[in-house]
Nanobody, 122 residues
C-alpha cells in the first residue's frame, strides 16, 4: 500500500508563514508529479502547485510569488512553503502524488493525503 502523510498545518496571523510537508511511504516504485491542492469552506477543491519528478513547477495565479513547492526525492517528500499568508488562504490543504507501485511497469495511480488545516487570522 501507499500512504501520503501531511504535517505542518496550523493557525497563523496574516502576513506570517507556514511550511507544509507530505511524505509518501509504502510500496513505491516511482513517484512522478507531486502537488498541493486546497479546499476552503463552501468552495471547490483547487490546485495550488505542482512539481514534476525533474523539478519543474507550476502555481495557481493566486499564490505565485508567495508559495514555493519543492521536493526531496530521496525522502519521497514534497513541501509547500507559504509566505505572506492572508485569510483567503484559509483552507484544508491536500497533497497528491502520482505513484507507480513497486513491481509494476505501468499503471501509476493518484494518491491523496488526509489533509492539513491552515487557518489565517486577520
Amino acid at each position: 500500500q501507499v500512504r501520503l502523510v501531511e504535517s505542518g498545518g496550523g493557525l497563523v496571523q496574516a502576513g506570517e508563514s507556514l511550511r507544509l510537508s507530505c511524505a509518501a511511504s509504502g510500496s513505491i516504485g516511482r513517484i512522478n508529479a507531486m502537488g498541493w491542492h486546497r479546499q476552503a469552506p463552501g468552495k471547490q477543491r483547487e490546485l495550488v502547485a505542482t512539481i514534476t519528478s525533474s523539478g519543474s513547477t507550476n502555481y495557481a495565479d493566486s499564490v505565485k510569488g508567495r508559495f514555493t513547492i519543492s521536493r526531496d526525492n530521496a525522502k519521497n517528500t514534497v513541501y509547500l512553503q507559504m509566505n505572506s499568508l492572508s485569510p483567503e488562504d484559509t483552507a484544508v490543504y491536500y497533497c497528491a502524488a502520482n505513484i507507480l507501485r513497486a513491481g509494476l511497469f505501468f499503471g501509476s495511480d493518484d494518491y491523496w493525503g488526509q489533509g492539513a488545516q491552515v487557518t489565517v487570522s486577520s
